[in-house]
């Protein structure tokens, strides 16, 4: 047996163990509003609202009064990086929306950016925020590694090119990523959310962005550096030699020698943080939900952006699974969330619907169509933009005598 053969044959106890690390709990705490079986009257739905919504407690008010007016029982907030939604130190948004969203009945999820930190047309002005205080966190695509080695990660060149690159190729990647590579990134995001579940009561923690950008990334320094420590510590010695004299004048010889393991590599990490994040929330709220966006077809899911659903569920880290849908065909709504069923069996799905993009007719039908094919419930994005031009107001309304009324 070779060198790569035998890697091969170690990698799946690597990732057993990684993942059962990972796994610790105690509870401590209960849910302010309980959740029930999200099946007939108790199905979710619910509005992703942008902490641009959240301004004051008369925007909050508003908004908690149109989305229960319009039948809605979930609200999916938005946190910022730092884990809160307040646009300033004065004002806690966030206990603001539970507040009132709980004397309305309606339940509120903390909506989470795992690995997305900042988007690259709009830079955060805070200095203190993560991408400035550690640039080294942020994942680097393929295309531009071998550049960014020769640049110090906390020069603002580190920074603007890499931010550079990512607008040039928005189609590819819609913002900067932390990495889930390196442990003290993946800390700072788990720190994040248990400072959200120990300091607001809130009904479930949804998990966006939990991806890879692309399968190109990431080839950062210290992502390829902890990938070449984890292989070499499984190599013989004279297979480890012979990539050594490679990485000579291949600083990216390892990811390139084995590209299976480099691939279960960045797909194992990934899960190990989901694993880490649904015990984090349920050490502090045990019966919060713990959900998760994922690409709609398992198998794009796996191989452009390294997100292993099927995984996630099969070890229950998810209590439900947030089937995002590309394009606006009601079709390739239907077969894609038919696919996500199939494998979710009598897991939670919700369906996540674009609404913004849809027209009142459209968004109906989905709904619709994600209840025939046995969906928990549903998710609109977004408040904010239902209830601007065009839609105007009366989207959320008309969306509540169509779909809610009644029931």
Same mark, same amino acid.
Request: proline residues 5%; contains cysteine; hydrophobic residues 45%.
């Given at each position: 047996?070779?060198?790569?053969?035998?890697?091969?044959?170690?990698? =799946?106890?690597?990732?057993?163990?990684?993942? +059962?690390?990972?796994?610790?709990?105690?509870?401590?705490?209960?849910?302010a509003v309980p959740l029930r079986a999200a099946s007939?009257?108790?199905?979710?739905?619910?509005?992703?609202?942008?902490?641009?919504?959240?301004?004051?407690?008369?925007?909050?008010?508003?908004?908690?009064?149109?989305? &229960?007016?319009? *039948?809605?029982?979930?609200?999916?907030?938005?946190?910022?990086?730092?884990?809160?939604?307040?646009? *300033?130190?004065?004002?806690?948004?966030?206990?603001?929306?539970?507040?009132? &969203?709980?004397?309305?009945?309606?339940?509120?999820?903390?909506?989470? $950016?795992?690995?997305?930190?900042?988007?690259? $047309?709009?830079?955060?002005?805070?200095?203190?925020?993560?991408?400035?205080?550690?640039?080294?966190?942020?994942?680097?695509?393929?295309?531009?590694?071998?550049?960014?080695?020769?640049?110090?990660?906390?020069?603002? $060149?580190?920074?603007?090119?890499?931010?550079?690159?990512?607008?040039?190729?928005?189609?590819?990647?819609?913002?900067?990523?932390?990495?889930?590579?390196?442990?003290?990134?993946?800390?700072?995001?788990?720190? +994040?959310?248990?400072?959200?579940? #120990?300091?607001?009561?809130?009904?479930?923690?949804?998990?966006?962005?939990?991806?890879?950008?692309?399968?190109?990334? $990431?080839?950062?320094?210290?992502?390829?550096?902890?990938?070449?420590?984890?292989? #070499?510590?499984?190599?013989?010695?004279?297979?480890?030699?012979?990539?050594?004299?490679?990485?000579?004048?291949?600083?990216?010889?390892? =990811?390139?020698?084995? =590209? *299976?393991?480099?691939?279960?590599?960045?797909?194992?990490?990934?899960?190990?943080?989901?694993?880490?994040?649904?015990?984090?929330?349920?050490?502090?709220?045990?019966? &919060?939900?713990?959900?998760?966006?994922?690409?709609?077809?398992?198998?794009?899911?796996?191989?452009?952006?390294?997100?292993?659903?099927?995984?996630?569920?099969?070890?229950?880290?998810?209590?439900?699974?947030?089937?995002?849908?590309?394009?606006?065909?009601?079709?390739?709504?239907?077969?894609?969330?038919?696919?996500?069923?199939?494998?979710?069996?009598?897991? =939670?799905?919700?369906?996540?619907?674009?609404?913004?993009?849809?027209?009142?007719?459209?968004t109906l039908d989905d709904i619709v169509t994600a209840?025939?094919?046995? &969906?928990?419930?549903?998710?609109?994005?977004?408040?904010?933009?239902?209830?601007?031009?065009?839609? *105007?107001?009366?989207?959320?309304?008309?969306?509540?005598?169509?779909?809610?009324?009644?029931?």
């Amino acid at each position: 047996m070779d060198a790569d053969s035998r890697t091969r044959v170690r990698w =799946p106890r690597m990732l057993l163990g990684l993942l +059962v690390c990972a796994l610790t709990s105690t509870p401590v705490a209960q849910l302010a509003v309980p959740l029930r079986a999200a099946s007939g009257e108790d199905e979710v739905r619910a509005l992703w609202v942008r902490r641009t919504s959240l301004e004051s407690t008369d925007s909050i008010r508003r908004m908690v009064s149109a989305a &229960a007016t319009a *039948g809605f029982n979930t609200l999916f907030v938005q946190m910022r990086a730092d884990g809160s939604a307040r646009p *300033g130190p004065d004002f806690d948004a966030v206990g603001e929306t539970l507040t009132q &969203a709980h004397a309305a009945g309606l339940r509120v999820h903390a909506w989470v $950016d795992v690995a997305l930190a900042a988007a690259a $047309d709009e830079l955060p002005s805070a200095r203190d925020h993560v991408i400035y205080q550690h640039p080294e966190w942020l994942m680097v695509p393929r295309a531009i590694a071998a550049e960014l080695l020769a640049i110090d990660s906390h020069s603002p $060149d580190y920074l603007g090119r890499l931010q550079r690159w990512t607008r040039a190729n928005a189609s590819r990647a819609d913002g900067l990523y932390v990495s889930p590579l390196q442990l003290d990134a993946a800390a700072h995001v788990i720190d +994040v959310v248990r400072d959200v579940v #120990r300091r607001y009561a809130v009904d479930g923690v949804y998990l966006d962005h939990v991806q890879y950008p692309g399968d190109d990334f $990431d080839y950062s320094r210290r992502s390829v550096d902890a990938f070449r420590d984890f292989m #070499r510590s499984q190599l013989q010695p004279a297979e480890r030699q012979r990539v050594d004299r490679i990485e000579g004048i291949d600083p990216f010889a390892y =990811p390139n020698e084995f =590209p *299976g393991q480099w691939r279960s590599f960045r797909q194992a990490q990934l899960t190990a943080l989901v694993a880490r994040l649904r015990d984090t929330v349920r050490s502090a709220r045990p019966s &919060a939900l713990v959900s998760a966006a994922v690409t709609s077809d398992a198998w794009a899911a796996g191989h452009d952006t390294l997100q292993d659903w099927r995984t996630w569920l099969d070890n229950r880290f998810l209590d439900a699974l947030c089937p995002v849908v590309s394009g606006a065909d009601a079709a390739q709504f239907a077969a894609q969330l038919a696919q996500v069923r199939a494998i979710a069996g009598a897991r =939670p799905v919700w369906a996540a619907i674009g609404a913004n993009r849809l027209s009142q007719r459209e968004t109906l039908d989905d709904i619709v169509t994600a209840r025939r094919l046995g &969906a928990s419930g549903v998710i609109l994005f977004s408040y904010d933009s239902l209830i601007s031009p065009p839609k *105007g107001t009366e989207y959320l309304s008309a969306i509540g005598r169509g779909a809610f009324a009644g029931s």
